[in-house]
Each structure stands twice: as structure tokens, then as C-alpha cells.
């Protein structure tokens, strides 16, 4: 899932026209899947599945403990955490995002969880073939 | 003055506004909305939790979603939008290329908790407008009207309601609204009064058995089967069973009717001929007499004069039949994979006679069959569902009805109990909807129990008024004896000798039994 992560975010961040430092635009593909996926399940439910991928990836990369998921499903902290530690963003991000997307097949299945992905970025051509066949968040950690 | 100005008598009425009907995707259910859902209509779907609403609502969005015109499913504080896909993306009819382009869901828990439902509305309006939709779903409705308190909200949610189905109507759309509400908030709630169709949902639970029912409460523009129908949720979906299925088939039966041949030469003699085609034909006897030997020959005598059947076994295992009936010289197996006959095992306890008749009726169509034979009904009462047992006669007659009507012959069996004191028919008071009875009974005749036949009652024509004995042998039931005069009340199980003793010798070896 971590390979999958890191070329959505590789794709993600070369399309971002914003030069903005803020949160959103740290975590930007995060923030790509938050709008769709509220608009699917909701704020609170993107929000209780994004905290449960915060819990699963801080397991892994500790500074990632500083950063709490807001009412609306946005990550607030993220510009203090890099400030106060050595934190690697991008590598916090792909985990993040790899263990999110784990999450999402674990309830939707890899066909719906592809379809969700194309539907947002239709330039990349994935297939099922690129999520692991040990999908899941386990896999992640 | 013009002649095309001057005023006709038949003067030709404007045409009616044509109401096109949605497809449900439910096998079943268009029959009993009268073609299906009724396009821009505003519709609720209701009912208890568990009764299978929003698997209803997801097959009619699944039927319905195109890229052009697609689904807007919108869903209110109720079952997670991600659960709600986990769990349905399990039925067949889930179509995955579907979501997010021809089926959107689209979550307005956030607006509904913010307490106003005009941020609710103008997000449907906004949505709507954006994706020019044919359906629009809100599940739970309940869930929006629930926060409704006291005479302020209640008004509030009446304008709610007014305005979204007059903005939903307007923009061409066909509108389902799913709620959990009870049996008694019909009577009382304003919403049943504003939409255009009610489709309630229900479980019967009795004893250890639960049957799910559909009923359509309301249904404007167009009629709707009445009653209420077994639906039954499997990994296809719901399918529903309208309690009329094969009656709108039925046929008037034609004047001249030929006679089936039983393959049973002398009971066909005391038949006057055989049955009558298109009759329904009851062979009622105690265990062990023969039953199922003779509706096997009934059907296999078809079988060898070209005419299809469906044998419907509620008791016997589908082997043991084929078995026996290959030692009478009946190759049923060669007929099942000439697709001339179809041997439907039907056991499971908790059957409703309308998927019953619909299996039936499947499997007629398939074989083309002029002959059924259903075994037994006792066995078919077993195999009902306890709250359909209460109603069993009532079902038959339209099981019975409905086939008949078509133009099959049938011929059901009964187990009933000899007395030795009267002459039963069945424990059902089944008669009125046979046309025919042929009564097997036990009769102990010089030191033997032996077995008798008699025709009972024949609707179309004369029948012999003889009782006959039979045995069963290597060819199946064969008729022996002609009337027997030295004996009276045969009926009863113990006659009387009124003749001479006749000199026989003693049997052996013992009447085999059939099949050995």
C-alpha cells in the first residue's frame, strides 16, 4: 500500500499549484481524498477514519502523536511537528496515507477503494493489481 | 364557412398524459406495482429495521443510474455510508462501475445536525441542479423529521417536505424517501399523505420462523396488487412474490378437453376415460398405499405420449423416486436431461406458497409441462413458513386455480388416516378445489389387508362407482379384482362377507414391495 501511497503523492504534489506552507498543502493528498470522501461518508466519518489511520501511523513514526485530526477531517499540528523535531514529512504522509487507504479497503474492498481513486485522479492509471494482495492496515505498520 | 372550422360530434379527445414506469430491479415487484415505479413520483419506503428497505432502495438506484442521468443517493444520520457499502456491495446486483458516476452517495449528516433543514434542502437543490439526476434517495428520512419537536417543528418539517418534493417533481425527478417508522404513524403523520406511493416493509415472526412481507399501502396513478407479499432477501437481492403470481395467466379452460391417460389401464376405465385434462386430481390414501407410486405413472405415462412434467416432491428425495420409478420400466432421469421433466425438491421450512407456485410455474415454462404432480400436500404444508400454514387452503385454491387455468393437469397427493369407521378425504377439506378424487384405503379381506380404489367424485363426467382392489407390483399399481359382491361396507375398512367364501390359496411369495 506504501508504494501506492507514495505515487499518489508524488502525482498529488506535482499538480498542486499552491506554494502555500500550510497544513493542508504539507499533507495535500490527504487533503485531495478528504473532500471527496466527506462528500461520500461524511465529515464525521472521514474524521473517525482518518484518526483511526493517524493511531495506526504514529504507531510507527512517534511525531505523528503531535498531530490531531479537527472536526471537519483536517490534520492540525502538522506545521509545529515539523518545527519541533525532525520529523520527515513525506515519509509521515505516505504512512498516513498508505494506512488510510488500508483502511478503506478493509471496509470497501479494493474494487470500490480504486474507483474512488481513479474518480479523483483519472491521470493515474491503477489497477487492483497495484494494491497488495495483503492489503490491509496491518500491512502498513 | 371552412369545413375543417365546423364543430364534430366525434371530435377526438386530447390524448392522457403518459406516465412512463421506473424499473424496481426487484423480480417481481413491477408486476405488483402495475409495471413499476411511476417516473417523478414521490415515494416512501418504510417499515421496521432489518425488513430490507435500503436494500430495496439501493436495487431500484442500481436498475436506474445512468452517467446521464444518475442516482443522487443522499444519506442522513442513519446506517454509515461505508458500512452501508461494505454490506450491499455483497448482492449481485451491486454494480461497482456504477458508483460515483452513475450512482452518487452523498452525505448530508453535517447539514442535518447543524438543526436546519433549509441547509439541508438548499444542499439537495445545489446537488441536484449540479448532477441533473432521474432518482433521488434520502435514507434515512426518518432521521430528518425526527428532530422535529412540538407544533413549531412539525410545521417546519411539513415545509421541508413541501418544498423538496416540489423542487424533486420539478426537476423530473423520481423521489424515494426510507424511514423507519411503525405500523401506527400512518394514520397520523402528514407525510403519508403527501407522497404519492407507500411501500411498507414487514416481518412476520412465528414460532421460530420470520417471513419479510411487501405491501404497497398507496400507490397513485396506477394499480397495484393489494394484499401482502412475501419478498425474500437472498444474495441476488430481494425478490418479491406478488400472492396473485399466475393468476393473471389463467386462461378459460376450452369446452372440449381431452382425457390423460393415468397408465393405470383400469383405473383410467373406472375414470370413464382418464382425467380430464386442465382438472386437478386428488389421490388421498394412508401411508403405504401407493400414492406416490401412482402420480409417478401418471407422469411417466405422459412422458411416454410426449407430453412434459414437473413433479413437485415435498417428502421423498428426488433419488429415491427416480429409483423406484426405474423399476417400473420409467426412465425418469432420461426425461430430466431430455428437459422433459424437472423433479423440483422443495423442503426448506420456511416457504411461502407463492415462491412455491413461482417455482412451479418457472419450471412449467421451462419443460413446457401439460402435467404436474404435487407430493403431497402434507408435506407442502411442512415445508411453509408457520404463518403461511394458517391460510394453506386459501393458498391452494390459488395455486390450483392458477395452474389449472393454464391448462395443466394436476395431480396432488394426501396421507389421510384410515379409521376403519368412516371414509376421509383429507384432513385439509381440500375437495371443493379438486375435480377429481380417487381414494386409497386399506381393507382387511380374509385374513389380509388389502388395498382398495375407488373413484370418488369425477367433476366433468361419469365415473365408476366400483371399489376395486390393486396391488403394487414390478409395473407399478395395477388394478386386480373386478368389484367384489360377497362383501359389504368395504368402505369402512371391515366389511362383511354377505357371499360364499371363494377358494384361494394362501400368498406366496408376499406382494413384493415396489422397487425391490
Keep these: 500500500m ?7 503523492k508524488a502525482f498529488d504534489t506535482r499538480t498542486r499549484t499552491s506554494g502555500a506552507v500550510d497544513d493542508v498543502a504539507l499533507f495535500g493528498t490527504i487533503d485531495t481524498l478528504r473532500s471527496h470522501l466527506s462528500m ?12 483511526r489511520a493517524l493511531v495506526l501511523a504514529s504507531a510507527e513514526i512517534p511525531w505523528l502523536n503531535a ?7 483536517d490534520l492540525e499540528g502538522l506545521a509545529v511537528a515539523q518545527t519541533t523535531s525532525d520529523a520527515n514529512l513525506s515519509e ?5 496515507l498508505a494506512q488510510l487507504l488500508s483502511l478503506l479497503v478493509a471496509f470497501i474492498g479494493i474494487a470500490l477503494t480504486l474507483r474512488v481513486i481513479n474518480q479523483i485522479w483519472p491521470q493515474l492509471a491503477f489497477s487492483a493489481a497495484d494494491f497488495d494482495t495483503t492489503a490491509s492496515h496491518e500491512e502498513a505498520n | 364557412m371552412a369545413k375543417a372550422a365546423q364543430p364534430t360530434a366525434q371530435m377526438r379527445r386530447p390524448p392522457k398524459v403518459t406516465i412512463n414506469k421506473l424499473p424496481t430491479g426487484v423480480p417481481g415487484l413491477d408486476d405488483i406495482l402495475g409495471g413499476g415505479i411511476p417516473e417523478f413520483s414521490f415515494n416512501l ?9 435500503t436494500t430495496l432502495v439501493h436495487q431500484i438506484a442500481f436498475a436506474n443510474g445512468t452517467v446521464d442521468r444518475p442516482v443522487l443517493y443522499f444519506t442522513v444520520l442513519g446506517e454509515p455510508s461505508i458500512k452501508m457499502l461494505r454490506y450491499q456491495q455483497q448482492f449481485s446486483f451491486y454494480d461497482e462501475s456504477k458508483v460515483g458516476d452513475a450512482l452518487r452517495f452523498i452525505n448530508l449528516s453535517e447539514a442535518a445536525l447543524q438543526n436546519d433543514l433549509n441547509l439541508v434542502l438548499k444542499e439537495i437543490v445545489t446537488q441536484v441542479n449540479a448532477a441533473n439526476p432521474c432518482v433521488v434517495v ?3 428520512f426518518r432521521s430528518l423529521a425526527r428532530r422535529a419537536t412540538g407544533e413549531a417543528g412539525e410545521m417546519e418539517v411539513q415545509a421541508f417536505i413541501h418544498h423538496v418534493s416540489q423542487f424533486l417533481v420539478s426537476a423530473e425527478v423520481t423521489t424515494f424517501l426510507v424511514g423507519e417508522y411503525v405500523h401506527d404513524e400512518i394514520r397520523d403523520n402528514p407525510l403519508f399523505t403527501m407522497v404519492d406511493s407507500i411501500l411498507w416493509l414487514s416481518q412476520v415472526t412465528e414460532r421460530n420462523s420470520v417471513v419479510r412481507k411487501l405491501q404497497v399501502f398507496k400507490l397513485r396513478g396506477q ?11 437472498s444474495d441476488e437481492g430481494l425478490q418479491a412474490f406478488s400472492r396473485t403470481i399466475g393468476l393473471e395467466s389463467a386462461k378459460v379452460r376450452p369446452e372440449r378437453r381431452s382425457r390423460l391417460s393415468t397408465g393405470i389401464p383400469d383405473l383410467d376405465k373406472m375414470l370413464g376415460g382418464g382425467i380430464l385434462e386442465g382438472d386437478s386430481a386428488l389421490v388421498a390414501g394412508p401411508s403405504g398405499t401407493g400414492k406416490s407410486v401412482l402420480a409417478t405413472q401418471f407422469i411417466g405415462e405422459g412422458l411416454r405420449r410426449g407430453e412434459p412434467g414437473v413433479m413437485a416432491i415435498f417428502e421423498e428425495r428426488p433419488d429415491g423416486y427416480i429409483q423406484r420409478a426405474d423399476s417400473f420400466g420409467l426412465k425418469l432421469k432420461a426425461a430430466q436431461a431430455a428437459g422433459t421433466l424437472e423433479i423440483l425438491y422443495l423442503r426448506p421450512l420456511d416457504l411461502s406458497v407463492d415462491e412455491t407456485m413461482l417455482a412451479i410455474l418457472d419450471a412449467i415454462k421451462r419443460v413446457g409441462a401439460k402435467r404436474v404432480v404435487i407430493d403431497s400436500l402434507v408435506g407442502f404444508e411442512m415445508a411453509l413458513a408457520p404463518s403461511f400454514r394458517a391460510d394453506f387452503r386459501e393458498s391452494l385454491y390459488r395455486m390450483i386455480g392458477a395452474l389449472t387455468g393454464a391448462g395443466i393437469t394436476i395431480l396432488s397427493t394426501v396421507e389421510v388416516e384410515d ?3 368412516s371414509l376421509q378425504f383429507s384432513h385439509y377439506a381440500v375437495s371443493f378445489l379438486t375435480d377429481d378424487i380417487i381414494r386409497l384405503r386399506y381393507v382387511e379381506i380374509d385374513g389380509q389387508l388389502r388395498k382398495t380404489i375407488v373413484v370418488i367424485k369425477m367433476r366433468g363426467g361419469n365415473h365408476s362407482k366400483d371399489i376395486r382392489e390393486y396391488v403394487i407390483g414390478d409395473d407399478g399399481v395395477v388394478v386386480i379384482e373386478p368389484r367384489r359382491t360377497d362383501y359389504s361396507q368395504l368402505s369402512t375398512g371391515l366389511p362383511d362377507r354377505t357371499g360364499p367364501r371363494r377358494a384361494q390359496d394362501d400368498e406366496s411369495p408376499p406382494e413384493p414391495k415396489a422397487g425391490e
Design chain 1, 2 to 8: 506504501r508504494t501506492l501511497a507514495k505515487r499518489l
Design chain 1, 40 to 51: 461520500l461518508m461524511g465529515q464525521g466519518g472521514f474524521q473517525a477514519l482518518l484518526a
Design chain 1, 67 to 73: 498531530v490531531r485530526v479537527g472536526a471537519d477531517g
Design chain 1, 92 to 96: 509521515g504522509e505516505v504512512l498516513l
Design chain 2, 45 to 53: 419506503i418504510g417499515g421496521s429495521p432489518g425488513c430490507g428497505k
Design chain 2, 138 to 140: 434520502i435514507d434515512s
Design chain 2, 223 to 233: 394499480a397495484s396488487v393489494p394484499g401482502l407479499h412475501t419478498i425474500r432477501i
Design chain 2, 419 to 421: 379409521n376403519f369407521t
